[in-house]
């Protein structure tokens, strides 16, 4: 059976304690701009931005990506979902452009985001915000800013679960192999 590992609690705090880091870090470029990768990391993305300017009166553009389609693995069935629309409605040339998902494994997510980024221009720079780095890298990516890195079993992951699409509510739940999801 799955286990909860964190609740509403930790990630609210999770969230606060990277809007303090990406507050305090002052970027080249034209500003920054925030990258929420769908599903998960958009609806973190918009927390992260609440945050930014109810904490620190940072007003950051903020946009939408689904790099469904720039996966590597795509041949193999991952990733078989509908692919949403991106919504990026600013400049990204010269921009400091921070990546957010929920969970941080493999890289390959990151990889195919950082692909279909490009293909709508330039930016500065491009950071990375994950809530969990749960390890299993098969590329060389990693977090600029981190909620936390755990271990999990090989076979097993992490799933976060979001209020605004899950009825489980704000949790993060470590599932191990052959476990069903929570």
Same mark, same amino acid.
């Given at each position: 059976? =799955?286990?909860?590992? !964190?609740?509403?609690?930790?990630?609210?705090?999770?969230?606060?304690?990277?809007?303090?880091?990406?507050?305090? *870090?002052? @970027?080249? %470029?034209? +500003? #920054?701009?925030?990258? @929420?990768?769908?599903?998960? %990391?958009?609806?973190?993305?918009?927390?992260? *931005?609440?945050?930014?300017?109810?904490?620190? +009166?940072?007003?950051?553009?903020?946009?939408?990506?689904?790099?469904?389609?720039?996966? $590597?693995?795509?041949?193999? +069935?991952? @990733?078989?979902?509908?692919?949403?629309?991106?919504?990026?409605? !600013?400049? /990204?040339?010269?921009?400091?452009?921070?990546?957010? $998902?929920?969970? /941080?494994?493999?890289?390959?997510?990151?990889?195919?985001?950082?692909?279909?980024?490009?293909?709508?221009?330039?930016?500065?720079?491009? =950071? /990375?915000?994950?809530?969990?780095?749960? %390890?299993?890298?098969?590329?060389?990516?990693?977090?600029?800013?981190?909620?936390? #890195?755990?271990?999990?079993?090989?076979? %097993?992951?992490?799933?976060? #679960?979001? *209020?605004?699409?899950?009825?489980? @509510? $704000?949790?993060?739940?470590?599932?191990?192999?052959?476990?069903?999801?929570?």
């Amino acid at each position: 059976m =799955a286990s909860k590992i !964190f609740d509403a609690s930790w990630l609210a705090d999770c969230v606060e304690r990277l809007a303090e880091g990406i507050a305090a *870090r002052r @970027g080249l %470029g034209s +500003g #920054k701009a925030l990258i @929420g990768l769908r599903t998960r %990391g958009a609806i973190l993305a918009d927390r992260l *931005r609440d945050t930014l300017w109810k904490r620190h +009166g940072l007003e950051i553009p903020i946009g939408y990506l689904d790099a469904t389609l720039y996966r $590597d693995d795509l041949h193999r +069935g991952a @990733g078989l979902k509908p692919v949403r629309p991106s919504e990026l409605d !600013f400049a /990204l040339n010269d921009r400091d452009i921070i990546l957010v $998902d929920d969970v /941080l494994c493999t890289g390959r997510s990151i990889r195919a985001a950082m692909g279909a980024i490009f293909d709508y221009g330039r930016p500065a720079s491009i =950071a /990375l915000c994950v809530m969990i780095d749960r %390890g299993g890298r098969e590329l060389p990516i990693h977090p600029d800013y981190l909620g936390v #890195k755990m271990e999990v079993s090989k076979g %097993g992951f992490v799933r976060l #679960k979001l *209020r605004e699409i899950d009825p489980q @509510g $704000d949790a993060v739940y470590v599932v191990g192999p052959g476990e069903p999801e929570p």
